[in-house]
């Protein structure tokens, strides 16, 4: 099963970027879409970017226009590139692997521990 590292999460004012980034291990990278998830205190963790093998990106309505995603099959990654935060992005964030158009309920792979964002000023 594939595993996942999560990495560049900290604190950024309103306003400010962040570029999120995902290492997977094994060998099947390129046979899923990938997804960057996150968690808010309280809240249930959500899909926010998904990225298909052929590179179609679907996003939640809350980050479409600020939020980018993109993959490198070659390097096993995905990272997610954050414009214009705003404090209601402050959340755990997480990817995972699985299929398009299951991605906001089952995502395939096991957690990790994900990068904790803050925005704050």
């Known amino acids: 099963q594939e595993q996942f590292v999560e990495s560049g999460g900290g604190l950024v004012q309103p306003g400010g970027s962040l570029t999120l980034s995902c290492a997977a291990s094994?060998?099947?990278?390129?046979?899923?879409?990938m997804g960057w998830y996150r968690q808010a205190p309280g809240k249930q963790r959500e899909l926010v970017a998904a990225?298909?093998?052929?590179?179609?990106?679907k996003y939640a309505d809350s980050v479409k226009g600020r939020f980018t995603i993109s993959r490198d099959n070659g390097k096993n990654t995905v990272n997610l590139q954050m414009n214009s935060v705003k404090p209601d992005d402050t959340a755990v964030y997480y990817c995972n692997s699985g299929y398009w158009t299951t991605m906001e309920q089952s995502p395939r792979g096991a957690w990790g521990q994900g990068t904790q964002v803050t925005v704050s000023s």
């Open positions: 990225i298909s093998i052929g590179g179609n990106t």
């Open positions: 094994g060998r099947i990278f390129m046979l899923y879409t």
